[in-house]
């Protein structure tokens, strides 16, 4: 995280929305600010923070406009994402100039994602590992949407001459879906020298192992210097670190784990 001084201020928790911003701010080498959110705490809901986002979730962006002094807030992270490339990206480092195929194409993948992807995995992990009723027709329901929405990734990137969504570089668009297909795999640790992210774990009831591209487009992303770096604001992303584990010890982690409250947090 950069360390100068800078109008730019997050809110956030280490969540899969809340690493999106984090990753691009590293990406473009941006100066900012954080605050970790306790989502535990319900911070998120304290008048303070309702201020900045009206909805109560995480992550939300303060900055100002360009004269220096006029404060805007900013919150739901695709809007957020889309303002620090609008704004701070004008040599299209993960973007494209406004008007081409390219951009139009960046912001289809990125709506995507906040309507489909996000969404589908979270009913997943809750009806799978954290509804206190299993309920059958939910798991199955969004456990095969998820596979289906992978589907979808993984055609887009069989067809990608550069192992991205979108043309010929890392977008947003890759970074809004990062996390959310990190979060529910977790890797034994045991690596071998082409593949770092060996033998996925059944997190949420689905196998990411029929993927290939996907598979690959997941370590492709993680090798970026700006994804590891913000990847870990506010806290050690941990989603990739966990060696093999029992079902009962992925039950307990369920219990445990961040998705208990990422119900608040978009």
Known sequence: MSSSSSNIHLYTAQTPNGIKVSMLLEELDLPYKVTQISLSKNEQKEPWFLEINPNGRIPA?????????????????????????????ADHKVSYPRGTPEYWEVNHWLFWQMG?????????H???RYAPEKIT??????QNETRRLYGVMETQLAKSKSGYL?????????LSCWGW??????????????NTMAKKQDWAGVEIDEFPHLSAWLEKVLARP?????????EKHTSLDFKKLSK?????????????TESTAK
């Open 248 to 260: 009962e010890e992925l039950d307990k982690r369920a219990a445990e784990s961040w998705v208990r």
């Open 61 to 89: 962006l303060t900055d100002t406009l360009e004269d220096g002094t006029t404060p805007i807030n900013l919150f739901e992270s695709g809007s957020i994402m889309q303002y620090l490339v609008d704004r701070y990206d």
């Open 181 to 194: 297909v990190a979060a529910y795999h977790r890797p034994d640790r045991q690596k071998t020298e082409t």
């Open 226 to 234: 700006g994804v590891e770096k913000g990847r870990n604001v506010p």
């Open 116 to 124: 489909g992807l996000g969404p589908m995995q979270g009913q997943a």
């Open 137 to 142: 027709y939910g798991i199955n329901r969004y």
């Open 126 to 128: 809750h009806f799978y």
């Open 166 to 174: 979108v043309g010929d570089r890392l977008t947003i668009a890759d």
